[in-house]
């Protein structure tokens, strides 16, 4: 069983910074694509930014698009996300998720979840 725990997340003011991770335990990380989402209240989970096996490929939703950073150590078996430039708006769970084969964007075609991290940015 692929397990997914997500760490890193907290409170923190707008135009702050946050490092969120993923540990991954499974059996070849390069496998997988990764990724990161977003749920908040009342809202339907966004795609937020993920990247392909080889590392050489993120892609970022464009509510995030030069203010996050994806990526991985595939050497840890590890997967970030550089939150900078945070706002209200990014206020969500984040979950971290695994995809066996190459990359995609959409939630629905990742298959290992994580439980998730709380990310409160205050105004």
């Known amino acids: 069983q692929v397990q997914l725990v997500e760490s890193g997340g907290g409170l923190v003011q707008a135009g702050g910074s946050l490092r969120l991770s993923c540990a991954a335990s499974?059996?070849?990380?390069?496998?997988?694509?990764m990724g990161w989402f977003r749920q908040a209240p009342g809202k339907e989970r966004e795609s937020v930014a993920v990247?392909?096996?080889?590392?050489?490929?993120?892609y970022y939703a464009d509510s995030v698009k030069g203010r996050f950073t994806i990526s991985r150590d595939n050497t840890k078996n590890t997967v970030y996300l550089q939150m900078n430039s945070l706002k209200p708006e990014d206020t969500a769970v984040y979950y971290c998720?695994?995809?066996?084969?190459?990359?995609?964007?959409?939630?629905?075609?990742?298959?290992?979840w994580g439980q998730g991290t709380q990310v409160t940015v205050s105004s």
């Open positions: 998720a695994a995809r066996l084969g190459g990359l995609a964007f959409n939630s629905n075609e990742y298959n290992y």
């Open positions: 499974v059996g070849i990380f390069s496998l997988y694509t």
């Open positions: 990247v392909s096996r080889s590392a050489d490929i993120p």
